[in-house]
């Protein structure tokens, strides 16, 4: 079994590995009596072309071609698959760094506005307090109780002041996380949905382990089913034309190399079958 086709694994498998020999007739061995071990007395080799109705080898040729041609549409379908779930993972990946980086400079500048709005705030009211004090050296005010009432009205201005600032500081942070969080879980969200989506369609293809991120369990998707059904239907239909090539041979009269003489096919059987050959 390989990952890959190449001349030594040519043939690929409903699960999309590469054998050394057919799905089909693998499948047919194991429904055989020698895959249990068992011998099967009186089971006739294929009979030669010319002893059955060629149509068997049309229809199942037919059936053969056809299940070839769904196992390769499925391995191109999930080739592109896998293109698709990985450019929309990357625009959902996109968004949400771009958005992220977006609040990450929007708080770094609330910060920064912050720390000069309150270091201007100190200033203003540092100013201040210096021209209350010399306006009131000029006018000859020296109380000490004067002096200090108005620094004290000057200190709780500056802290109502510093209060709108922290008040606006600290909303804004938080509206900035709530932003960042609302983020994260839209991108969780999105990435569930399209691994979702992805399992469910293309789940145990080619051998991939997908993993339902509700469940937690591996997920088996409908390229697989249909294809394992196909590939089983393709079996049963091959081994049906197996057997019509043996029986109708047989009741023509062939007899198999190694096989004992066989009765002779009845006038009706010889005549039924010469309908179905010449089609009428």
């Known amino acids: 079994m390989a990952a890959k086709k190449s001349d030594k694994y040519p043939h690929q498998w409903p699960d999309g590995s590469w054998h050394s020999i057919p799905w089909t007739q693998t499948k047919q061995y194991q ?10 007395p009186g089971l006739l080799p294929p009979p030669p072309v010319g002893t059955y109705d060629p149509a068997i080898d049309y229809n199942a040729s037919a ?5 070839q041609y769904q196992t390769d549409d499925a391995a191109t379908a999930y080739g592109q698959g896998k293109e698709d779930y990985g450019l929309d993972l990357g625009d959902l990946t996109r968004q949400r760094d771009w958005t992220l980086e977006d609040l990450g400079t929007a708080e770094g500048r609330l910060l920064e506005d912050y720390g000069l709005q309150t270091k201007e705030l100190g200033r203003q009211f540092g100013i201040l307090g210096r021209q209350q004090s010399e306006r ?10 004067l002096l ?4 004290a009205v000057r200190g ?3 802290q109502r002041e510093q209060a709108k ?3 606006a500081k600290s909303r804004g942070v938080d509206d900035i996380g709530r932003q960042r969080t609302r983020t994260n879980t839209l991108f969780d969200q999105g990435k569930t949905r399209l691994d979702l989506g992805f399992g469910r369609q293309f789940g145990g293809y080619g051998g991939n382990q997908w993993t339902n991120p509700l469940t937690g369990q591996p997920m088996v998707g409908t390229l697989l089913t249909s294809l394992t059904r196909a590939g089983d239907e393709n079996v049963a239909f091959q081994g049906y034309s197996d057997q019509a090539r043996i029986n109708q041979a047989r009741d023509f009269g062939y007899i198999a190399p190694g096989v004992g003489p066989q009765p002779e096919p009845s006038k009706s ?8 050959i010449r089609g009428r």
């Open 63 to 67: 059936s053969q071609r056809g299940y």
């Open 165 to 167: 600032l922290d008040l």
């Open 269 to 276: 059987a010889a005549a039924e079958f010469t309908r179905r």
């Open 31 to 40: 429904a055989s009596p020698y895959a249990k071990g068992t011998s099967a």
């Open 156 to 158: 709780e201005n500056q």
């Open 136 to 145: 009131a050296a000029v006018q000859g005010v020296t109380s000490g109780g």
């Open 148 to 151: 200090a009432k108005s620094s």
